[in-house]
């Protein structure tokens, strides 16, 4: 699996316009959220001391990525005030989230995703990588170690440009649209 830096930047490049009357940061931890909550099965491990345990298990599915965007859909609405997102944006960052574990690095068995999870045991994983595997540890000597930096790096320089280039056209549409009424205005 890829860093959450990476599973958020997927997720925030997929997310919608962000409507103006939403403030504050509850929008953006939203779509941070949804794009990393498949990892959360690291919770459970977490808590009886293996992290690993649980994880890449069936919330790494795809039915478990169809229900996620299906329940995101329904409450997107309740947490933002009646404001709704589309149904292909929710879909997009859940499934982003296998997507990029399937093109990261994995050399713990069984290695991929239970993609068919409950109807099939079989794991999938890209027979190419573009992402490095984080070492998992819970010291700040594994955490920090030169390849997790370097797995990083590359996540970074593989997906940041994605969501900067998202950013600036944005902006540069409502920078036009600013124009278009600015000239109504004078006519
Ligand atoms: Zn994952």
Not at 4 to 18: G, Q
Not at 27 to 37: K, Q
Not at 172 to 186: C, E, M, N
Request: aromatic share 14%.
């Amino acid at each position: 699996m890829p860093s959450p830096i990476a599973h958020s930047i997927v997720s925030l490049t997929l997310s919608p316009k962000k409507p103006s009357e939403i403030k504050g940061m509850k929008w953006v931890l939203f779509w941070i959220i949804l794009g990393n909550f498949a990892d959360f099965d690291f919770i459970p491990g977490i808590v009886i001391g293996d992290p690993s345990r649980f994880h890449h298990g069936p919330s790494h599915s795809i039915l478990c990525a169809l229900v996620l965007a299906i329940l995101a859909y329904r409450f997107y609405p309740v947490l933002f005030h009646g404001h709704k997102a589309p149904f292909w944006a929710m879909m997009s960052v859940t499934f982003s989230h296998l997507f990029l574990d399937m093109l990261t690095v994995d050399r713990v068995p069984p290695c991929g995703l239970p993609l068919l999870w409950p109807f099939s045991s079989y794991y999938f994983l890209f027979p190419f990588s573009l992402f490095l595997n984080m070492n998992r540890g819970m010291t700040l000597h594994i955490l920090f170690s030169l390849h997790n930096l370097i797995a990083l790096a590359i996540e970074v320089i593989l997906t940041l440009p994605f969501l900067v280039w998202v950013v600036v056209k944005r902006r540069r549409a409502k920078f036009q649209l600013f124009r278009v009424k600015d000239k109504r205005q004078r006519v």
